[in-house]
């Protein structure tokens, strides 16, 4: 099993919808939830942390939280053709962070 | 937050040659961690460089192939020695935070021919 498991995708969406992005982990000692974008040919840009269960907003963006389930997910609201991307989740392990396959997503306009 | 400075940006190489890879952090770090990312894949730790001591690496990746050096806090470089063109890929350095993430360094895109 994975340490940390994503849908490797692509998902695709309309310019406008809300694209939702999910992250599975094992540890279940881990503490911090980060959300990665990253674009190709550049690199992983930290878009969204979160520590705690429940939701966490930033701006068009909402991290989820759920220790119990092992689940972490992002919500992108208004999605737009700017936001394709590949998505990577990472969770703090004993020393490092450990990050999933990512996501690819599509948005078309 | 921290700002990561790394070069070369990209460079094209003689299988059988080595490249180093730099990584300068504009704050002191006890951690700095080489990644990996093959064409379409994800990140894939090679290993961990601390100031002070041997660099930890993963399975998968030994000294001789990717040699790191840690001679201060603030700096690291990675070498890909005896290149194929296997190795070709975007390398990257990052620092941690345990509350912040990682923050990256711009990579290296390295091209074996």
């Known amino acids: 099993q994975k340490e940390v498991e994503q849908n490797s995708g692509p998902l695709s969406v309309p310019e406008g919808a809300i694209a939702s992005l999910n992250c599975t982990y094992s540890?279940?000692?881990?503490?911090?939830f980060f959300w990665y974008r990253q674009y190709s040919g550049k690199s992983p840009e930290l878009i969204m942390s979160?520590?705690?269960?429940g939701d966490k907003e930033d701006g068009r963006f909402t991290a989820q939280l759920n220790k119990a389930s092992q689940y972490v997910s992002l919500l992108i609201r208004d999605s737009q053709p700017s936001d394709s991307a590949t998505y990577l989740c990472?969770?703090?392990?004993?020393?490092?962070?450990?990050f999933g396959a990512g996501t690819i997503l599509r948005v078309k306009s | 937050s921290a700002v990561i400075s790394q070069k070369p940006s990209r460079d094209i190489c003689q299988r059988g040659t080595s490249l180093t890879i730099q990584c300068q952090v504009d704050?002191?770090?006890?951690?700095m961690f080489w990644y990996r990312q093959q064409p379409g894949q994800s990140l894939t730790l090679i290993a961990t460089?601390?100031?002070?001591?041997?660099?930890?690496?993963e399975s998968g990746f030994v000294i001789d192939k990717f040699p790191i050096s840690r001679p201060n806090l603030t700096f690291s470089t990675l070498t890909v020695s005896n290149m194929s063109p296997e190795d070709s890929s975007i390398y990257l350095c990052?620092?941690?935070?345990?509350?912040?993430?990682?923050?990256f360094g711009q990579g290296t895109r390295l091209t074996v021919v």
């Open positions: 990052s620092v941690e935070d345990e509350t912040e993430g990682a923050f």
């Open positions: 540890d279940r000692g881990s503490q911090s």
């Open positions: 979160i520590y705690s269960n």
């Open positions: 990472a969770v703090n392990g004993l020393y490092k962070l450990v």
């Open positions: 704050s002191q770090v006890t951690m």
């Open positions: 460089a601390n100031q002070g001591s041997e660099a930890t690496y």
